[in-house]
Every structure is written in C-alpha cells, then in structure tokens.
C-alpha cells in the first residue's frame, strides 16, 4: 500500500510564524527609597454623596494613629461651615471585614512615561461616615423647661443631618422609627385593641378590683357557642384585613410552595379551593395572620441580637405587610423596645392557638401547630388550659383534639397551704 503524506499550506506555515514571531517587551521596575521616612497616603471615600470639592472652603482634614498599634489609623474630615465631620476608621465598620487583597495608589507621569505606585496607609480604604458629636449639657442656671428643649433641639438636629448626610439605611431607620412614635402618640392607633365592655352584675361591679386579668385574646365568659367565646373581629381588626388575601393569590399560582408558608398552614390551604365568598376570605384572613404572627415569633425569641440578626436572614416566610406589621409591633412590644417580654410571648402564642381553632372549626390536631412553635404537646398544655379548651380523643391508638367548650370555664388557680411545723 502507499502512503500518502500531506504537507501543511503555506497560510497555515505563516500563522504559526506569526504566533512564535510574538515577543514579550521587557519592562524596568525601580524601587524609589529616597524617601524612606515620608507617611504613606491616605485613601477615603464618601459613600454619602458629599462632595468636598463642592464647598467654597476646603475641608480640614486630620489623621490620627494609634501610639502601640501604628496601623490603626482615623481620618476626620470636617465639613466647612458647621456640618459634621466624616470619620473614617481602618481598625472598625467596613474596613474590620476580612481582606483577600492589597491596596496601592498609581501615580502616571504622561510626560516621562513612568508610573509610580505607592502603598497605602494601613492598606485599607477608608469609609468616611458622618459622625454627630452630642452637643454640650445645657448650664446650671437654665430651668428645666430649657434643658429639655434642648435636648428636644439636639434631636431635631439629629434628624435633619441624618436626612441631608446621612446613608440610605439611616434615613429609612429614622423615618420608621418616626411613624412608629407618632403611632403610639395617637389614641387612635389603640381603637382597634378596645376589649369591648364586659356584662356584669351590680354585685361584680362591687367587686370589680377582684376580678382577674388573664393574659389571652378578648373573649365573651357569656358566650354559648365556641364561635362567640373568642371575639374574631377584635382578634384580626377589620383595617388590616385587606392585607391578608395574598395567600389566595399565592395558592392560585401556584407560588404557595415558594413562600415558606408553616406546617399548619399549608396542611389546611387546599381548603381555599373548596370555599368561595365571604368563607374563603376569612380562612384566607386566618392563615396569613397566623403565618405573620410565627414570623413576629420566630424574630424575637430570646437570644442575643448577633444571632437574632444571623437567624433573620435564614427565616424563610411571606413578608409581612407594613400596616400589619405596624400593628403587631403594638400589641406585642413595649414601647421602646422591638423584643417580646415574658407576658407579650405568652400572649403572642395564645392569639395563635385561638386562631388554630378557628381554622379548624374548634376541633384541631395540635401536631401540626407544635412543629411551627418548636414545642411538645406537654408545653402547650399549659397554654390550651389557660383558653378553656379540652381534649378528647376518638378511641384508643387515635389522635387527641383540642375542643373549646362553651361558655368558657377557665381552670382555678390552686393555693398550697403550707404545714405548720
């Protein structure tokens, strides 16, 4: 047999000439050390939208460095005319976070062709925030009457650099924050939390100091049927209501599966499709409020607040709506405070088993629930007794379910007597 051999074109010969034709340009770094004294640069941003060069004066500017820990450093930038000063810190906020790479400051001299590249101090870049100094105490002589409108004043001041200077975050945190206190200065956000006028007798009235407070949603002692023994219009308020038909939205989409809805609720969303009307929309009411209250629930349990702000970026859920949210935040926090107290989780978790009967016709399975709320059954006893409610069971071997008789009958509290010695 003969072989054929081929020999390569002429145009694929020149391509591979040209591809090893390439030669890599030699180019010369020197290390300038005739200054080996001089401060390395100082390299800040604003991430504010301050524009130094805008301003009529220039800013003053001062570096300070720590005396055991020389590359700790702190730019201060001050604002001309009274404004606040841009503090930027190498060893604190942005710049503590872990760095993979290094910083260096290019200088390109056009004319001589060289490129200067010096390093930066502390080799961080610094984010220069407006720092608000508090204003001196008012003096001795000034009545009362003055120190507080004072300080009145310095929040007022406050506020207005933050709107003018400060970042996104801040100006959003202090308009919530301004909401929420006109809010509690309203009576009228404390309308819809009226527990209504309770019936009683000439002789309850006479005895009215004796009657006891118990720490559950509003409820009707005279009540013959479990519908009215908890009042459902006070439980879920009417103004909020319209904000509590997404999940119909979410299960005709096909989206429900998405939304991190609970156990609980979606065991029981399947029920939408056999309602219509007016029963569907207070189903729908009943499993979003419930969805909103295991969220509020989940975000404030006992811990501290690193790993309450790690497990609210894991907490998976709808996103509750602004008046609802609004609205929780008055009836299970103090004011002041965004944290739930002992009384107010009590209370949070009896609002969500009164609902759970609701749901299910004042005849519920717990188990579902005690997955949501992370506890037993044996936890929530307590919590089902304090409601009036019973458990009964089919037979043997068979679930318990949860009953509320009517009218209510609340357990007594039991006094030990102690033993004379």
């Known amino acids: 047999m003969a072989s054929h051999e081929t020999n390569p074109s002429p145009a694929a010969s020149s391509k591979k000439k040209k591809r090893h034709s390439k030669k890599r340009k030699a180019i010369e770094v020197t290390v300038d050390a005739s ?42 930038v001050g604002a001309p005319g009274g404004g606040p000063d841009f503090v930027g810190r190498s060893y604190a906020g942005e710049a503590a976070a872990p760095q993979l790479c290094g910083y260096a400051l290019g200088v390109l001299d056009k004319a001589t062709g060289t490129l200067k590249i010096v390093p930066i101090a502390s080799n961080k870049i610094l984010r220069l925030e407006p720092h608000f100094e508090a204003q001196q105490p008012a003096h001795s002589q000034q009545s009362a009457a003055e120190a507080g409108s004072s300080v009145a004043d310095t929040e007022l001041n406050r506020q207005d650099l933050t709107q003018a200077y400060g970042t996104k975050k801040d100006k ?39 009657v006891e407070v118990r720490n559950i949603p509003p409820y009707d002692p005279a009540a013959d049927t479990s519908e009215k023994a908890y009042l459902f219009d006070e439980i879920i308020p009417k103004n909020i209501r319209p904000h509590l038909l997404d999940i119909v939205g979410h ?23 056999e309602l219509q009307g007016e029963d569907q929309e207070r189903l729908a009411w009943i499993l979003s409020y419930i ?25 998976r859920g709808p996103m509750i709506p602004q008046a609802v949210h609004r609205k929780l935040l008055l009836m299970f926090t103090e004011p002041g405070s965004s944290s739930l107290s002992t009384e107010k989780h009590e209370l949070l978790v009896n609002y969500i088993l009164v609902l759970t009967l609701f749901a299910d016709d004042f005849r519920s399975e717990p188990t579902d629930i005690c997955v949501d709320l992370k506890m037993n059954r044996q936890m929530l006893k307590p919590y089902y007794d304090q409601l009036g409610c019973k458990s009964v069971s089919t037979g043997a071997f068979k679930p318990f379910f949860m009953t509320l008789p009517a009218p209510l009958k609340f357990p007594q509290q039991v006094t030990r007597r102690r033993r004379r010695k």
Do not use: C
């Not at 060069?53 to 730019?75: G, M, T």
């Not at 939390?193 to 009683?200: A, M, N, P, Q, V």
């Not at 005709?252 to 029920?271: A, H, M, T």
């Open 251 to 273: 299960f005709e989409s096909g989206e429900f599966g998405l939304k991190g809805y609970g156990s609980f609720v979606s065991n029981r969303v399947n029920k939408l499709q």
């Open 172 to 210: 959003d945190k202090d308009n919530k924050w301004k909401s929420l206190k006109e809010q509690r200065n309203d009576p009228s956000a404390y309308l819809d939390l009226d527990l209504g006028e309770s019936k009683t007798t000439a002789d309850a009235t006479d005895s009215e100091a004796s």
């Open 291 to 315: 969805t909103h209250l295991l969220s509020l629930l989940a975000r404030n349990s006992s811990m501290s607040k690193q790993k309450r702000k790690e497990k609210d970026q894991t907490i």
């Open 35 to 76: 200054f080996p004294g001089a401060a390395a640069p100082v390299v800040g941003y604003f991430p504010t939208g301050y524009d130094p060069l805008a301003a009529a004066e220039p800013p003053r500017v001062r570096l300070f460095r720590h005396e055991k820990h020389h590359n700790r450093v702190e730019l201060v």
